[in-house]
């Protein structure tokens, strides 16, 4: 989805913001996580829909074939995480691709220990598959893109003792970096929303 640029420039930033010895949970995830190699987790889980791309993944310790777009997960759409079990949780380019986004939103702050440290770490670019994005993701710039991200943060149902906090927007995109991407100087924009 994204050029070696914005991959580094994301490896950062997670080198940056995921502590060592916690427990991350990848949504989304196949064979790549772009987790920094000199980060030591105490266990990385991976949830996304292909078991070989997640079987290939070197990153995880553990994986579930699971799609979070189905319809039948009513009352829990990760079932097979406990509350409070887990200290950040990473969606690498792939937010475009969920259709019912405040349902997954309350299910990782059911998951998250609620702590000031844990987090919930959203990247995303302009690239996709126009055949599987929301419609509005589309229809919008980057800058709408950030409004989209930003509003499933604020939109999401909160309960007294748990609610987000401290919701930051990142632009990863590389400073240098040329907008046509027939540029030798062209890297793909990349941006974070953090809560």
Known sequence: HIDDIAI??????????????SIIV????????????DKKFSKVIGIGMNESEL???KNLNEHYVHDLNSLIHKDRLL???KDASVDHVICAVSIDYI???HHLFEEVLRILRPSSGSTFIISFSNRCFPTK??????QTDDVGRIGIVCSY???TKQSLDNKWK???VYDLSNEERDNHPSSPNYSDPLFVVMG
């Open 166 to 168: 401290h919701i930051t």
């Open 79 to 81: 079932p097979m995480l």
């Open 153 to 155: 943060f604020q939109e």
């Open 26 to 37: 990848d949504l989304c995830s196949s064979w790549i996580s772009h987790l920094p190699q």
């Open 8 to 21: 580094d420039n994301l490896a950062s930033f997670y080198r940056k913001h995921l502590k060592d010895g």
């Open 55 to 57: 079987a290939a993944n």
């Open 99 to 101: 259709i019912q986004p």
């Open 133 to 138: 994005v929301i419609r509005a993701w589309l």
